[in-house]
């Protein structure tokens, strides 16, 4: 198994509900990464798991929050969002090596939020 | 960390090759060149990397400059499902950090004519 499974691929939500996205991966990956992508953008980074932990943060507002239940899955639970929070979200993973710069991530699909 | 600067742009006929340029002339001894392209409604998809040589596989090859300031992805016969936009990324060898973090540019659109 070589792919990120993301869901739901599509989710639109009011204001003031809370949902979440999902991430699951086989490959034995143990960092796992959650990038926001506007339209026409590049995909900023959000936040980085290695081994389960939260490393990274990218000064992300706490309306998003992240969560890694285990070494295959990663969700983000989205709480109180803004209509410019429409995005693609998209998961990815990748080995943990000594050498950084060596690292290859893998993406899913990702998961495209409207947000009402 | 150091940036890269690619064409917005770039266009190409079906099975001809593409070059695909890449400058980072304020890239560090320890930076790795990564390559990755995302097609339409898709996430990314690696497409190569490297660090000092030429290199190769199977869906293109990276020639990279002597100096390292400059790469240059060559698809060697363009299909139409490479119409993609590709993304040239330096990755830092980080002291006390075992993660690939990649950050984005705006990268560049390949449009192939049939």
Not at chain 1, 21 to 44: F, V
Not at chain 2, 1 to 14: G, L, R, V, W
Request: hydrophobic share 35%; with cysteine.
């Amino acid at each position: 198994d070589t792919e990120v499974t993301q869901t739901p691929k599509h989710l639109v939500m009011g204001m003031t509900n809370k949902k979440s996205l999902k991430c699951e991966q086989h490959m034995g990956h143990r960092a796992m990464y959650w990038y926001k992508q506007k339209a026409k953008k590049p995909p900023e980074l959000m936040f980085v798991y290695s081994y389960e932990k939260l490393s990274i943060n990218e000064s992300v507002p706490s309306r998003f929050s992240p969560e890694c239940p285990n070494s295959s899955l990663l969700n983000l639970h989205l709480h109180a969002l803004q209509p410019e929070d429409s995005a693609l979200y998209l998961c990815a993973s990748s080995h943990i090596l000594v050498n950084s710069g060596a690292n290859v991530l893998t993406f899913g699909a990702g998961s495209r939020l409207t947000v009402l | 960390d150091a940036k890269t600067t690619q064409p917005n742009s770039m266009e190409s006929n079906e099975e001809e090759p593409v070059h695909l340029p890449c400058n980072h002339s304020t890239i560090s001894g320890t930076d790795y060149i990564h390559w990755y392209r995302q097609l339409p409604s898709q996430g990314p998809e690696y497409v190569i990397h490297g660090l000092t040589s030429n290199v190769n596989n199977r869906m293109a090859s990276l020639a990279i400059a002597e100096d390292r300031k400059s790469s240059t992805l060559i698809l060697h016969r363009a299909t139409l499902r490479d119409a993609a936009v590709y993304y040239c990324i330096l990755m830092p060898l980080r002291r006390g950090s075992t993660l690939g973090r990649l950050y984005f540019g705006r990268g560049t659109q390949l449009t192939v004519w049939p």
